[in-house]
C-alpha cells in the first residue's frame, strides 16, 4: 500500500477513520476473518432465512442447496471488493469515490448505511425478544403487562423497553470501536458453534419420524412451480449479504495479506452459512412433530421448552449472537457511511448513533413479522439497489482502473476523482439503469399497483433484482467509461 500524505487532504472528505489503514495496522489473519463470519452468520435471520424456505415449500435438500448456492455466488463479489481495501487500506465510502466522484459516493454510501439500519434494528428487535423471554421467567406478569403505546406502532411497553434496552447495549459497542468488535467476533464463535450442535442434537432427540421428513420431497407440483419460487429465493439470499459484499473493505483494510482475507472469507461464510441453515431447517422439520406446525422463528421455539433454566442460557446466548452479528455487520458499514457525508463533523461513533436512533424509527418488528415479506420484500427489494453498485465498483476497479488507484486523489475536492462537481453522472446514470427494470416488480409485491399494469415479464424481473441491476449497471457503466481506462 502506497504512503499518503494527509496534510494536502480536504477536511470535507477526510477524518481519522476514513483515512488509508498504515502497512502495520494491517494484522488480521485469515482466522480473524473465519471468526468474523461465524459470529456473522450463525444468528437469528440466518436460522430463519433457510427454515422460511421450508415453510415455502422446498424440501430439506433444496433449501440447504439453495443456501449454500446463493453464499458461493455472492462470495466472489465479497473478495473482489475486498482487494480494494487490502492493497489501499480505504473503506467502503473512500472505495465508492473511484468511480462515483468524491461527493456522489455519498449515493451508494447511503443506500448502504439505510439498509444497515433497517438490519441493526431488526437485530436489536430480535435481541429484545430474547430479553422479553428471559424477563417473563423472572416476573411472569411482564407478558400481560397492559399496551400503553400507541397503536400505529404495533408493539406493547414491555417488549419495546426489551428492545431499547438490547439498543443501548449495541450502542456502548459503538463506542469501543473495531478492535472491540474484532475481540467480541473471536470470543463468540466457538460458543455459537457449540450452541448450534445442541440445537441440533435437541431436533433429533425430540422429533421422532425426522429421518423420514427429511428426506420428503417438496410441496411443489411441477418444476416450474419450484422455479417459481427458487429464483427469488435465491435472490433474497443474495440480497442477505450483498450489503457485506459492498462495504467488505471496512474489514479488509485491516488484512495482512490479500491471502488472509481470501481464505478467511471462503472458510468463513458459504460453509457456517450452509451449516446453520441446516440446522434452521432440521429443527423447523422438528417443530411441525412436535407442535404440528412450523415454527421458523427459534426464539418462540426456544419459548416453549419447560425447563426454563435451559430457556433461560438459551436466550442469552441468542443474546450473544445477535450482538455479535450487529456490532460487525451493522454498525461498522454506517458508522463510516454516514461519517463519510461530513468527515469533518461526523466520525465513527456519530455515524453509529445515527445509525441506532433509525435502527428504533424504522419498526424493525413490522420487517420480519411473516417470511414473505422478509425474503421477498425486505431481502430482494434492498438486492434491487445494491446488486447495481456492486456492478458499478467491480467494473470500475478491475476493468476500467485496472486496480490503480491514486489514494491521496481520494481525499481532495480537487483531483482526478472530482470528475464533474464531485459527480461521476455516467456511474449515477448506470446505477438508475440498473435498479429502474425492477421498479414494477417491486411496486407490485407491496401491493402499490395492480399486477395488470405491466406484463408478466416485466414484473417477473423483480425475482432476479440482484443479478440483473449488476449486469446491467456493469454494462452500461463499461460503455459509458470505455474512453476513460486508466
Same mark, same amino acid.
Given at each position: ?125 430480535? *435481541? ?67 450452541? *448450534? ?51 467488505? @473493505? ?19 461464510? @458459504? ?119 456492486? *456492478? ?44 429502474? @427494470? ?49
Amino acid at each position: 500500500m502506497e504512503k499518503v500524505n494527509n496534510s494536502n487532504f480536504d477536511s470535507t472528505l477526510f477524518n481519522d477513520d476514513l483515512a488509508p489503514v498504515p502497512k502495520e495496522k494491517q494484522t488480521w489473519t485469515s482466522w480473524n476473518y473465519i471468526t468474523l463470519w461465524v459470529g456473522m452468520c450463525i444468528c437469528i435471520p440466518s436460522y430463519m432465512i433457510a427454515s422460511s424456505l421450508i415453510d415455502g415449500g422446498m424440501s430439506f435438500f433444496q433449501a440447504v442447496f439453495t443456501v449454500l448456492l446463493g453464499n458461493t455466488i455472492v462470495l466472489f463479489p465479497m473478495i473482489l471488493n475486498g482487494h480494494v481495501g487490502v492493497k489501499y487500506g480505504i473503506p467502503f465510502p473512500v472505495y465508492a469515490r473511484l468511480s462515483f466522484g468524491v461527493k456522489g459516493a455519498n449515493i451508494p454510501a447511503l443506500l448502504r448505511a439505510i439498509v444497515a439500519c433497517g438490519w441493526f434494528g431488526i437485530q436489536c428487535w430480535i *435481541g429484545g425478544s430474547a430479553l422479553m423471554t428471559m424477563l417473563t421467567i423472572l416476573w411472569s406478569g411482564a407478558a400481560d403487562f397492559p399496551t400503553i403505546l400507541p397503536e400505529f406502532m404495533g408493539v406493547s411497553l414491555i417488549p419495546f423497553l426489551c428492545f431499547i434496552l438490547f439498543w443501548s447495549i449495541n450502542v456502548i459497542l459503538i463506542f469501543k470501536g473495531i478492535e472491540a468488535i474484532k475481540v467480541l467476533e473471536g470470543f463468540c464463535a466457538p460458543i455459537l458453534f457449540l450452541s *448450534g450442535v445442541v440445537l441440533l442434537s435437541w431436533a433429533f432427540i425430540n422429533a421422532f419420524g425426522l429421518d423420514q421428513m427429511l428426506l420428503s420431497p417438496s410441496k411443489f407440483k411441477t418444476t416450474k412451480e419450484f422455479l417459481a419460487f427458487f429464483f427469488p429465493a435465491l435472490t433474497g439470499i443474495i440480497g442477505y449479504w450483498a450489503t457485506l459484499s459492498l462495504n467488505i @473493505p471496512d474489514f479488509t483494510r485491516y488484512a495482512k495479506n490479500q491471502k488472509a482475507q481470501i481464505i478467511g472469507q471462503a472458510v468463513g461464510l @458459504p460453509p457456517t452459512m450452509t451449516f446453520i441453515a441446516s440446522i434452521g431447517v432440521i429443527v423447523t422439520m422438528a417443530t411441525f412433530l412436535i407442535y404440528g406446525k412450523y415454527i421458523w422463528n427459534p426464539v418462540d421455539l426456544i419459548s416453549r421448552f419447560e425447563n426454563k433454566f435451559i430457556v433461560f442460557i438459551s436466550m442469552g446466548i441468542i443474546c450473544l449472537a445477535t450482538i455479535a452479528m450487529n456490532a460487525a455487520a451493522n454498525i461498522v458499514a454506517p458508522a463510516n457511511d454516514f461519517s463519510n457525508l461530513c468527515p469533518s463533523k461526523i466520525d465513527f461513533k456519530k455515524g453509529g448513533l445515527i445509525t441506532a436512533v433509525i435502527g428504533i424509527l424504522i419498526m424493525p418488528w413490522k420487517l420480519i413479522q411473516d417470511p414473505n415479506g422478509y425474503i421477498f420484500t425486505w431481502l430482494i427489494g434492498y438486492s434491487a439497489l445494491l446488486g447495481p453498485v456492486t *456492478g458499478i465498483l467491480l467494473t470500475d476497479y478491475f476493468l476500467v482502473k485496472k486496480t490503480k488507484v491514486d489514494v491521496d486523489d481520494l481525499y481532495r475536492i480537487d483531483g482526478k476523482y472530482t470528475y464533474k462537481n464531485g459527480y461521476n453522472y455516467k456511474a449515477l446514470i448506470a446505477l438508475a439503469f440498473g435498479i429502474v @427494470p425492477n421498479i414494477p416488480g417491486f411496486l407490485m409485491q407491496i401491493n402499490v399497483i395492480n399486477k395488470e399494469l405491466f406484463p408478466l415479464f416485466v414484473t417477473d424481473l423483480y425475482h432476479y433484482a440482484w443479478f440483473i441491476g449488476l449486469s446491467l449497471s456493469s454494462l452500461c457503466y463499461y460503455v459509458a467509461m470505455r474512453g476513460e481506462k486508466k
